[in-house]
């Protein structure tokens, strides 16, 4: 019965197909990414996957590179295949050793110092337990109406400065930096929750957490007067190798992006330019699709979230209209090749680290029966049936994963070759996302000024900024991705996000409590999967977050 | 007893016949009385033999530092009580001791063994699950002195800790609101504070930071080049109403309640039990005839896997861990805070001891704190009653050769150039260099020995998995 379902929107999806691949935005000049075939079938030799019966090694999350580990370091394990190989794993190390310290060249403003203060334990950051508290594992990226860089902040709000006397980091002050002329943190930005409630359709209740972000303290003066803000939460790392082994083609298999199968889910891939090859390369990383590699991400997090330049962003974290940011700037003694913080040796290791970084194995299997756990199968077939697959694409196939693009690294520098990594080459994986940009609906109102009692506010020191929105739009067009779009989130680990940091929650901004509430977050493309599971029955519920768990 | 013996020849044979097929010269290998070996090994040194022996070591090593811990602790309660010069030298003395023993033990990390897995189940019962040990809690590093005491922000060059975990109050001594009572529950609860691994609140090298504080340079200035000198807490930071040698300051002329100077003494003497709570249910693992793991790893059906864990350690250590993270980041980025022992200026012993005790376990040997020599039988003995004569010698030479350049580095520190020192000068950096080679060589040949002896350390993870049962 539910084979034959399956089988039914399969044909459905090809009578579809209609080679509508090209990324609307895509710049003419640039190379037009493949032609897509088979809307939601790659052509990746492996049979249709279905819904009532789990594949053969399904609870392998991600292949041979699957950890066992379930405890709270579950996310921070070795793909198995180098934990033997000496070589590779003394470059783990280094790597794991460099994402855990704190470097040479931080500032002049920042999130944070480390990666790991972020990612933390390699999982999701979290949000401030306080307004009081200042965000570490979270921020606020900026922009104007258009999503261009504020003309002072930039990108990103950094909620810390390198001024001395300082040791842990200085807080903004209003006008601070421009009334003394420090490198004060940015600007300070805070959250504050409104309880909304719902109904299943039982009639049982829940409630959901709206956030609404305050930014006050304003170091460098004010914002530009269309500003948007939209606020991150630091995802999980692990398993991002894999996701960039994955072979274009079979990605873009999936993008419908005028949903000319009508199910109501499109689904758009994005292009960007790779560094150092300077390739037009499929986006695949950051919650709006910025990035096409682990390396570029993670060297714009180096310079966005740390202020520690590096080959392939180069500038420091500071607008030209931030003086003292610039000041501050000329004062670090770069250590690096051509006035940089970190060298491409510490770059290549850091990105093999996150690149072999384990997927933890599925719970509520059986090895020695190989059975799934009654409640995990019958929440996995609700979720097909809800069609959360449409986005949420269990499995795909990695292909031959890319040689770094910095070369080979061994622990004293590099080996002058450029090898493909075997470990993560040919793996059935099963990450739960298209990698897909979606349209998740919501809207917001435009950003106000309001003195802290919720009165209209002009200008100053009392004046804070104000974002409001419905759902889960942000308002703020990133990229290519509109205020509405965000990339499908890997599903993996997802029952083991608050083994890993209790204090962790969900969706990009954390909302979400629990993973229920992030469903129910859900709008937009994913309006109808979320109907469908507020019609469910308590029990039929409860499989489905048993399976969720389970991943 | 008979039939282990049997066990352990029958599996001597085949892995023999396996190894080398034909005539081999090794006629004593069928284990004929009295038969004379190779190069003067015994013929009846078996798999068993070399992991009974690395066990009896493991178990020495670890009371060797649960012992000095132990008189770590003594000195520093009599330092605490009375912080005159002479005993805060002596407790410093007493931290520089305990090093020595534990510097031998990291060569049994990296193989699931008690130091990286030992926990408790549900009953009580020490049971090893990965990644649960308190190897983190004994030796973890970089440390996060500032969530620990008070330092000196040095000229805005400092790298701040991660302002995220920092309490309200500055630090867990300053801050009375938060922390009003300094425990060893206190500490192990601190302890990679809010998740972040960075925070570091236990184990040597917290002591280690509260006797000498941070490395700044001798006048107590800081600039980028550092000098020979350690780190530069003075004692009376130790000085307390009860003590009445003088006013409690934090760190010179910065005169503070004499509690602040109470509360770093509760610290360090929490520390230091803490430090030997932890390597106690290390020493109980290990304790031959009766330590759950020593029974386990020694196990007949076990023996294999426990060869295979330690050339495991033996490789990883070698490479990931001493040449990688310890020195080569060290060097390159040349950053005190990437050095090991960075607040006492103690990083070249660590290097040496942890090459040692990649020797000790190659050799079947270690050498106790009160000098009494242990031998036993060896991975080189092994080697070549499975007739792999000149990897054996390979090893062997490539172990020494590790030795003898580590020992240039230790040397050079005894001359007055500490390895942070070493790590600036070029001249001096050679032999950092050199030794990151020859440790890097010695691996490789661990490889082969791993190959010849027939034992797969990629199946490691399978003794461990907790998945599916």
Same mark, same amino acid.
């Given at each position: ?235 999980? %790392? ?178 002058? #070759?450029?090898?493909? %990594? ?55 067009? #990133? ?73 | ?76 309660? &009599? ?24 510097? &031998? ?31 983190? /809690?004994? =030796? ?31 630090? *867990? *001594? ?6 009003? @009572?300094?425990? !060893? /529950? ?38 980028? =080049?550092?000098?020979?000198? /350690? ?5 009376? @930071? ?15 002329? =910065? ?10 003494? @509760? ?47 033996? $490789? ?29 200026? =103690? ?8 090459? !040692? ?13 009160? $000098? ?26 490539? *172990? ?15 001359? $007055? ?22 440790? !890097?060589? &010695? ?24 998945? $599916?049962?």
């Amino acid at each position: 019965m539910k084979r034959h379902l399956l089988l039914t929107s399969f044909m459905l999806s090809a009578l579809g197909c209609g080679g509508s691949s090209q990324s609307p935005e895509a710049k003419p000049s640039e190379p037009q990414p493949p032609v897509v075939t088979l809307p939601g079938q790659p052509n990746d030799g492996l049979a249709p996957l279905s819904s009532s019966t789990p594949d053969n090694n399904e609870h392998l999350a991600g292949g041979a590179v699957t950890t066992d580990v379930q405890n709270e370091d579950a996310f921070s394990q070795s793909a198995p295949a180098i934990r033997s190989d000496f070589a590779l794993d003394a470059v783990f190390k280094s790597g794991d050793h460099l994402f855990r310290g704190t470097h040479k060249g931080l500032g002049p403003v920042f999130n944070n110092p480390t990666c790991q203060g972020c990612h933390i334990k390699d999982g999701r950051g979290e949000v401030p337990s306080s307004p009081q508290r200042a965000m570490t594992s979270m921020f606020l990226r900026i922009s104007d109406e258009n999503g261009q860089p504020d003309a002072v902040y930039g990108d990103q709000l950094q909620t810390f400065g390198t001024v001395a006397g300082h040791p842990t980091g200085a807080l903004p002050k209003f006008n601070g930096a421009l009334d003394e002329g420090l490198a004060y943190g940015e600007a300070y930005a805070f959250v504050e929750y409104e309880n909304i409630t719902g109904k299943f359709a039982d009639g049982e209740e829940y409630e959901l957490r709206k956030p609404i972000y305050k930014v006050t303290d304003l170091s460098y003066g004010p914002f530009n007067d269309t500003v948007r803000f939209s606020a991150r939460v630091s995802p999980a %790392i692990f398993g991002s190798g894999l996701l960039h082994a994955i072979p274009e083609q079979y990605i873009t298999s999936y993008a419908d992006p005028d949903d000319v199968d009508n199910d109501g889910i499109s689904g758009r891939a994005v292009y960007v330019t790779e560094p150092i090859s300077e390739q037009t390369k499929l986006a695949r990383f950051g919650y709006k699709l910025g990035t096409a590699s682990v390396l570029q991400q993670i060297a714009g997090a180096y310079r966005g979230d740390m202020g520690v330049t590096n080959r392939i962003n180069q500038a420091e974290p500071c607008t030209e209209n931030q003086v003292a940011c610039n000041e501050q700037a000329a004062l670090e003694q770069n250590s690096e090749a051509n006035g940089l913080d970190l060298s491409d040796l510490d770059l290549a290791q850091v990105e093999f680290y996150n690149r072999l970084l384990a997927v933890p194995a599925r719970r509520g299997f059986d090895v020695q029966t190989s059975t799934w756990q009654d409640d995990v199968k019958h929440g996995r077939a609700l979720f097909f049936d809800a069609n959360c697959n449409g986005c949420h694409v269990p499995r795909h196939k990695t292909g031959e994963a890319p040689a770094s693009l910095l070369g080979d690294v061994d622990i004293l520098g590099f080996t002058g #070759e450029s090898t493909p %990594i075997a470990a993560l080459s040919e793996q059935v994986i099963y990450p739960y996302s298209d990698l897909l940009l979606h349209d998740m609906g919501g809207e917001c109102a435009p950003i106000k000024l309001e003195n802290a009692q919720g009165g209209s506010c002009q200008v100053g020191e009392n004046c804070i900024y104000v974002k409001r929105c419905e759902g889960l739009a942000d308002n703020r067009p #990133e990229g290519q991705a509109s205020g509405t779009e965000w990339r499908t989130t890997p599903l993996w680990g997802l029952g083991l996000v608050q083994q890993v940091n209790a204090r962790a929650t969900y969706l990009h901004d954390g909302r979400a409590r629990t993973i229920s509430e992030a469903i129910l977050w859900h709008g937009g493309e994913a309006e109808k999967a979320k109907q469908a599971y507020l019609a469910m029955s308590k029990t039929e519920r409860s499989q489905l977050l048993a399976f969720l768990n389970s991943l | 007893m008979k039939k282990i013996a049997n066990f352990a020849l029958s599996s001597l044979c085949v892995a023999m016949l396996a190894a080398c097929s034909g005539d081999d010269g090794k006629d004593g290998a069928d284990g004929a009385p009295g038969a004379s070996g190779e190069s003067g090994v015994s013929t009846y040194v078996t798999e068993k033999d070399v992991v009974v022996t690395n066990a009896q070591h493991a178990y020495a090593v670890y009371a060797d530092s649960l012992i000095a811990a132990k008189q770590l602790k003594n000195v520093i309660e &009599q330092f605490v009580a009375e912080p005159s010069e002479a005993n805060f030298s002596a407790a410093k003395n007493a931290w520089l001791d305990a090093r020595e023993p534990y510097g &031998q033990s990291e060569v049994y990390r990296f193989r699931e063994g008690p130091i990286d897995n030992l926990t408790r189940d549900d009953n009580g019962n020490p049971v090893l699950v990965a990644e649960e040990g308190p190897e983190g /809690a004994i =030796n973890a590093w970089p440390l996060a002195e500032a969530l620990i005491d008070y330092t000196i922000d040095m000229d805005g060059a400092q790298l701040p800790e991660n302002p995220a975990s920092l309490p309200v109050g500055g630090n *867990i *001594i300053a801050d009375l609101a938060e922390f009003p @009572d300094i425990t !060893k /529950a206190l500490l192990a609860e601190q302890f990679e504070r809010g998740d972040d691994e960075a925070n570091v609140t236990s184990g040597y090298h917290a002591i280690e930071f509260l006797l000498w504080g941070q490395d700044l340079n001798a006048d107590g200035s800081y600039t980028p =080049n550092r000098d020979y000198s /350690a780190g530069y807490r003075k004692v009376n @930071d130790y000085y307390t109403a009860a003590s009445g040698m003088g006013e409690c300051t934090s760190g010179v002329d =910065n005169v503070v309640d004499s509690v602040i100077c109470e509360r770093r003494g @509760d610290y360090l003497i929490a520390a230091a039990d803490l430090l030997i709570d932890d390597l106690q249910g290390v020493v109980d693992a290990w304790t031959p005839g009766s330590g759950f793991h020593y029974v386990e790893f020694t196990k007949d059906e076990n023996v294999k896997a426990s060869l295979a864990k330690i050339l495991e350690g033996m $490789g990883r250590l070698s490479f990931g861990e001493l040449a990688g993270e310890r020195m080569s980041i060290a060097l390159r980025t040349d950053s005190q805070e990437d050095e090991h022992s960075c607040f006492s200026d =103690n990083t070249h012993r660590d290097i040496f001891l942890n090459a !040692k005790g990649i020797q000790n376990a190659f050799n079947g040997a270690y050498q106790r704190m009160d $000098g009494e020599t242990l031998e036993g039988a060896s991975i080189y003995d092994l080697l070549v009653v499975d007739g792999s004569h000149e990897l054996a010698n390979e090893l062997r030479a490539a *172990i020494e050769d590790t030795m003898a350049k580590a020992a240039v580095i230790d040397t050079n520190a005894k001359l $007055g150039y500490s390895f942070d020192v070493q790590i600036q000068n070029a001249d001096l950096k050679q032999p950092v260099t050199h030794t990151i080679e020859a440790l !890097k060589s &010695q691996t490789q040949v661990i490889k082969q020995a791993i190959e010849a002896l027939e034992v797969t350390t990629g199946d490691l993870e399978q003794d461990t998995d907790e998945f $599916g049962s």
